[in-house]
Every structure is written in C-alpha cells, then in structure tokens.
C-alpha cells in the first residue's frame, strides 16, 4: 500500500532518529525528499545525504544527522505545516518567520523548493511544506 504523505513520513523519521541521536536516518526515496534534504543541508541542519540501497534493493536516501556536542541537537523540532487535507500556500509579501528568523520554514516554489529567505529574495510565494528550527 502507498504512502499517503512521504513528507511527513521523512519529518517523522528524522524527529525521531535525531531525539534516539542516531547518527543516520534511512528515508524513502522521492524527488521531493531529495529536495528537502538539498536544503536542510544548505541551511546546516544536517551534515550530509547519500543514495543508499536496502536490504530488499531499493533506493533509500540516507540523511547524516548534526549534532553540536553530547548534549545538543541542531534540529530542535521539525514540523509539517501544508497537509495533503489541508494545502498552506503563502504569497511572496506573507511568508512568515520562523522563531523571528532563528529558524527557516521550507517552501515548494515554482523556482524549487527552498527556504523562506530565499522566497522573499526571489519575490516567490508557493507551498509551506515544513518548519525547522
């Protein structure tokens, strides 16, 4: 059976594997994952992602996780804001701050998917996906 939000899934997954300190996190694999991950590494919150195959053969996105030290995280908390029932678009003079710009909310534009600094950058609204901070 197919998943019904790949982009929550992936969220979940680095939630949880970021609060049990993992080192890495295996994701399924999609364009938009790969997106995601484009941008949570060129933001800093993650060290690294990679093409990994399973142990059935498929195609998994493996994310290195970040951590500062011992005791602290670089990912606070990652929320999903646009659901499949509930679609959040924001035009490019709406896009809202995250924590007053300590953290970045991650759009799907027609330039790409990218975050809201470079949405307002662009003059580009389009789709909330997540809120990282």
Not at 22 to 29: E, G, L, Q, R, S
Request: aromatic share 6%; glycine share 6%.
């Amino acid at each position: 059976m197919g998943m019904t939000d790949p982009i929550a899934d992936m969220l979940t997954r680095i939630r949880n594997a970021n609060k049990a300190r993992f080192k890495t996190v295996n994701i399924h694999m999609s364009q938009m994952n790969i997106n995601i991950a484009k941008v949570l590494k060129k933001a800093g919150y993650i060290n690294t992602y990679d093409k990994v195959k399973n142990e059935k053969g498929q195609q998994m996105l493996e994310i290195i996780l970040k951590y500062p030290d011992a005791k602290r995280t670089v990912i606070t908390n990652i929320k999903r804001v646009s659901k499949p029932g509930r679609r959040v678009y924001v035009a490019s003079d709406s896009i809202p701050k995250v924590l007053n710009g300590f953290g970045i909310s991650i759009l799907s534009t027609s330039s790409g998917v990218i975050t809201d600094a470079e949405a307002r950058e662009l003059n580009v609204g389009g789709e909330v996906l997540c809120n990282v901070w």
